[in-house]
């Protein structure tokens, strides 16, 4: 079955750039799924991030479109977020989700474990 | 923008209760309404999916209904596995991306 994980630093300066990857085992990343980042303030709600299909194509949340940039790595069954001139209100839980391709929803089925980055001098 | 507007945002219930969650949006989703719960240090588990489709897996305790703008979910029978925050999703395809609630405290009396 498939699983998501992810990996990167838990500690990113403010001003600088957070860089996370969600590796996806137990299937391809190049099947009929969108691929999403989302996050989570400590004791907050949930915020979605972007989304990539395997074709490249993304989408954004309006509200954080000019510093997210998602990539996929078909070679490497993976995709990644960028997240650039972070503040400490990028503080957060950061989770890879599968979009189900099944739903009209769009909703989440799959989900990695999370990684928290902490934004921090 | 869409606005989904959660409530309540606490919830204590008691075992075996009858439990429901309601989430209203700005304007007309139709059913592209999701449901999720999540437990403490956690990811969030899919429950519901299209306002009231029972996700795989998952007990039969637990629904959803609505259309529309006003949507509804359900514990049938609380049981003690159940304390969780709960958290409504819309979609919206034009331009396309999702909005959460904000989310519902569920706790045991």
């Known amino acids: 079955q498939v699983q998501l994980q992810e990996s990167g630093p838990g500690l990113v300066k403010p001003s600088g750039t957070l860089s996370l990857t969600c590796a996806v085992s137990g299937g391809s990343i190049s099947s009929s799924n969108w691929w999403s980042w989302v996050r989570q303030p400590p004791g907050k709600g949930l915020e979605w991030i972007g989304e990539?299909?395997?074709?490249?194509?993304?989408n954004y949340n309006p509200s954080l479109k000019s510093r997210v940039t998602i990539s996929v790595d078909k070679s490497k069954n993976q995709f990644s977020l960028k997240l650039s001139s972070v503040t400490a209100a990028d503080t957060a839980v950061y989770y890879c989700a599968r979009g189900y391709s099944g739903s009209e929803a769009g909703a989440f089925d799959i989900w990695g474990q999370g990684t928290m980055v902490t934004v921090s001098s | 923008d869409i606005q989904m507007t959660q409530s309540p945002s606490s919830l204590s219930a008691s075992v075996g209760d009858r439990v429901t969650i309601t989430c209203q949006a700005s304007?007309?989703?139709?059913?592209?309404l999701n449901w999720y719960q999540q437990k403490p240090g956690k990811a969030p588990k899919l429950l519901i999916y299209d306002a009231s489709n029972l996700e795989t897996g998952v007990p039969s305790r637990f629904s959803g209904s609505g259309s529309g703008t006003d949507f509804t979910f359900t514990i049938s029978s609380l049981q003690p596995e159940d304390i969780a925050t709960y958290y409504c999703?819309?979609?919206?395809?034009?331009?396309?991306?999702?909005?959460f609630g904000q989310g519902t405290k569920l706790e045991i009396k």
């Open positions: 990539i299909y395997h074709s490249g194509s993304t």
């Open positions: 304007q007309d989703i139709s059913n592209y």
């Open positions: 999703q819309q979609y919206d395809n034009l331009p396309p991306g999702y909005t």
